[in-house]
């Protein structure tokens, strides 16, 4: 079986297993804490045995030095060691020297753990604790004994190349600060110093790729997402005339807490109301009729997940909302189909937005689109597919090509006149998870929202 196959049938086994509402749940949805964390650890493995070699080829690094203090860690930091850490702890030096295809990339750890055995260790000897306590060298500036062990390190893998993350552009690749840096440079060997380079591509993509056995564990998230939505917009949370929108907010917080889950931003509810500015309300109260809008995510196993989804509150006598609702529904559902077919690998973010767009303008669709990488981060490493304030490009990080093994969110939203609300325009603003597979196939993580959350 291809490892395309076998990751679909797993998503499908997962589906299929998966309880149908998360208020049934008794156990994590996710597994235990512990669980969690064994599935994070083999990730990890992966990705540096895997996919870490793969990249410093490409980008034709022989050698990648990765300073961290606590509390100033580098962003490609957590996407390097373990579940189980949680800081740098004083300093640590990751130190990544490729000895070819053959012997294969040695990881170092200066002064810090090896992670669950994927790194060695490498620590000051005079530093270790004796019978007389540890030795201590008043004179020196903190952390210099780390600086001190780089230098035979570099020496022994004479490499072409030393990379750094120094980035104009790229946040995820721009994590050395100066002071680092100053030390850095002050360490290495003279000879060496003329070959440092700034490769951004190397954090960015090595942050940006998805293994395929993480697809499972993320389906598995998704479902959670939307049954958490489905639940929020129902009469199980919202009672028209009562309800605020900030009472579903908090409901959701308080569940995922429940869960044993975490997220990444304060979600938000909104409100659409027939005749009316809701511009300016803060925290109205839902009333029957309204449409609601929800931006939503969830973080588990190191992973972020980012939903936007349209609930109605039916009006006495209704059993669905209006077909004019649904018909902008529809249209924000092919502005997704659009996008998704122009999403093709080895395309520039900006080069996607531009052809959508066109194909956009040329169907009669008001809309813009924002959509953005997932994973490691909720607007997560690689292209970005237009921002809402920047329609024609985004310079710098919308010139970034689209790879495979990548996800996104699809976000975006289509704006359309409304019979049933004498013509005012309603905003219909979705997100939903997207995968491009390794062989360049794009496809929806779950399933997007095609149908309204109803409140009765």
């Given at each position: 079986?291809?490892?395309?196959?076998?990751?679909?049938?797993?998503?499908?086994?997962?589906?299929?297993?998966?309880?149908?509402?998360?208020?049934?749940?008794?156990?994590?949805?996710?597994?235990?804490?512990?669980?969690?964390?064994?599935?994070?650890?083999?990730?990890?493995?992966?990705r540096l045995e895997r996919v870490l070699p793969r990249l410093m080829r490409q980008?034709?690094?022989?050698?990648?030095?990765?300073?961290?203090?606590?509390?100033?860690?580098?962003?490609?930091?957590?996407?390097?060691?373990?579940?189980?850490?949680?800081?740098?702890?004083?300093?640590?030096?990751?130190?990544?020297?490729?000895?070819?295809?053959?012997?294969?990339?040695?990881?170092?750890?200066?002064?810090?753990?090896?992670?669950?055995?994927?790194?060695?260790?490498?620590?000051?000897?005079?530093?270790?604790?004796?019978?007389?306590?540890?030795?201590?060298?008043?004179?020196?500036?903190?952390?210099?004994?780390?600086?001190?062990?780089?230098?035979?390190?570099?020496?022994?893998?004479?490499?072409?190349?030393?990379?750094?993350?120094?980035?104009?552009?790229?946040?995820?690749?721009?994590?050395?600060?100066?002071?680092?840096?100053?030390?850095?440079?002050?360490?290495?060997?003279?000879?060496?110093?003329?070959?440092?380079?700034?490769?951004?591509?190397?954090?960015?993509?090595?942050?940006?790729?998805?293994?395929?056995?993480?697809?499972?564990?993320?389906?598995?998230?998704?479902?959670?997402?939307?049954?958490?939505?489905?639940?929020?917009?129902?009469?199980?949370?919202?009672?028209?005339?009562?309800?605020?929108?900030?009472?579903?907010?908090?409901?959701?917080?308080?569940?995922?807490?429940?869960?044993?889950?975490?997220?990444?931003?304060?979600?938000?509810?909104?409100?659409?109301?027939?005749?009316?500015?809701?511009?300016?309300?803060?925290?109205?109260?839902?009333?029957?009729?309204?449409?609601?809008?929800?931006?939503?995510?969830?973080?588990?196993?190191?992973?972020?997940?980012?939903?936007?989804?349209?609930?109605?509150?039916?009006?006495?006598?209704?059993?669905?909302?209006?077909?004019?609702?649904?018909?902008?529904?529809?249209?924000?559902?092919?502005?997704?189909?659009?996008?998704?077919?122009?999403?093709?690998?080895?395309?520039?973010?900006?080069?996607?937005?531009?052809?959508?767009?066109?194909?956009?303008?040329?169907?009669?669709?008001?809309?813009?689109?924002?959509?953005?990488?997932?994973?490691?981060?909720?607007?997560?490493?690689?292209?970005?597919?237009?921002?809402?304030?920047?329609?024609?490009?985004?310079?710098?990080?919308?010139?970034?090509?689209?790879?495979?093994?990548?996800?996104?969110?699809?976000?975006?939203?289509?704006?359309?006149?409304?019979?049933?609300?004498?013509?005012?325009?309603?905003?219909?603003?979705?997100?939903?998870?997207?995968?491009?597979?390794?062989?360049?196939?794009?496809?929806?993580?779950?399933?997007?929202?095609?149908?309204?959350?109803?409140?009765?």
């Open positions: 079986m291809t490892a395309r196959r076998l990751t679909i049938a797993l998503a499908a086994l997962t589906i299929a297993a998966a309880p149908a509402s998360t208020e049934a749940q008794s156990e994590p949805p996710l597994g235990t804490l512990r669980e969690q964390a064994q599935t994070r650890q083999e990730w990890l493995r992966l980008e034709g690094v022989s050698m990648w030095i990765v300073p961290v203090r606590e509390y100033n860690e580098d962003p490609v930091f957590w996407s390097l060691v373990s579940p189980t850490t949680m800081a740098a702890r004083r300093r640590t030096i990751y130190v990544f020297c490729d000895h070819g295809a053959e012997r294969g990339v040695d990881r170092i750890a200066i002064g810090g753990s090896p992670q669950g055995g994927l790194y060695r260790v490498v620590r000051d000897p005079q530093a270790a604790m004796g019978t007389a306590g540890p030795t201590v060298r008043p004179a020196e500036p903190y952390g210099a004994d780390q600086w001190r062990l780089l230098p035979p390190l570099v020496d022994a893998c004479d490499p072409a190349t030393i990379a750094v993350n120094i980035s104009h552009t790229h946040a995820f690749s721009d994590g050395l600060t100066a002071g680092e840096w100053e030390q850095l440079r002050e360490a290495l060997p003279p000879r060496y110093r003329e070959r440092v380079v700034r490769r951004e591509m190397l954090a960015l993509r090595y942050i940006e790729e998805r293994l395929p056995e993480m697809m499972p564990s993320y389906v598995r998230m998704q479902q959670v997402a939307h049954d958490i939505i489905r639940t929020a917009f129902s009469s199980q949370v919202v009672k028209p005339g009562e309800t605020r929108t900030q009472d579903v907010v908090w409901w959701m917080r308080q569940r995922l807490s429940e869960l044993g889950l975490g997220t990444w931003f304060q979600p938000s509810v909104t409100v659409q109301r027939a005749g009316v500015e809701m511009g300016d309300s803060a925290d109205p109260v839902i009333r029957r009729g309204d449409v609601l809008h929800t931006d939503f995510g969830l973080t588990a196993l190191g992973l972020n997940t980012d939903t936007q989804h349209m609930g109605y509150v039916l009006r006495e006598g209704e059993t669905d909302a209006p077909a004019g609702l649904y018909a902008a529904l529809r249209r924000a559902n092919r502005l997704q189909d659009l996008l998704l077919e122009e999403m093709r690998p080895g395309a520039t973010g900006n080069a996607v937005l531009r052809a959508t767009r066109e194909r956009m303008r040329r169907e009669g669709i008001d809309g813009t689109v924002y959509t953005h990488p997932v994973g490691d981060h909720g607007h997560g490493a690689g292209p970005l597919i237009g921002l809402w304030d920047r329609q024609e490009g985004v310079e710098g990080r919308g010139e970034v090509t689209l790879v495979p093994n990548s996800w996104f969110s699809i976000e975006l939203q289509a704006t359309t006149p409304v019979a049933e609300w004498g013509g005012q325009p309603v905003r219909m603003a979705l997100e939903e998870e997207a995968w491009i597979d390794a062989d360049g196939t794009r496809r929806w993580v779950l399933a997007r929202q095609e149908r309204f959350h109803l409140v009765r």
